[in-house]
């Protein structure tokens, strides 16, 4: 069964901290690089962070030296930490593999259901 669940967010003043967790179908997770994604309101999902099964990382310059990603490999789960969090940082986010996972049952990019991070004083 394929399957992606974040979670993890929540409300968070300027400056705060938060950390995201996603759990990972091995269909998804497996030998495959995995990232983060975001979508503000109005604007286009982007992918904000990434990391390979070997553990080699890049991140959007937005969020590079606020942001950490990780990965379990035993436990097919990922993770994002996010650190010196900005009003900007709010957004939806979800987790899936580089490229997104495309369902062929669907017929469209599969994601969960994402996680609500909302930085506000």
């Known amino acids: 069964q394929v399957q992606l669940v974040e979670s993890g967010g929540g409300l968070v003043q300027p400056g705060g901290s938060l950390r995201l967790s996603c759990a990972a179908s091995?269909?998804?997770?497996?030998?495959?690089?995995m990232g983060w994604y975001r979508q503000a309101p109005g604007k286009q999902r982007d992918l904000v962070a990434s990391i390979t099964r070997g553990g080699t990382t890049v991140y959007a310059d937005s969020v590079k030296g606020r942001f950490t990603i990780s990965r379990d490999n035993g436990k097919n789960t990922v993770a994002l930490q996010m650190n010196d969090l900005k009003p900007e940082d709010t957004a939806v986010y979800y987790c899936?593999?580089?490229?997104?996972?495309?369902?062929?049952?669907?017929?469209?990019?599969?994601w969960g259901q994402g996680t609500q991070v909302t930085v506000s004083s």
């Open positions: 899936n593999k580089i490229p997104p996972y495309y369902s062929t049952l669907l017929r469209r990019i599969y």
């Open positions: 091995g269909t998804i997770f497996s030998v495959n690089a």
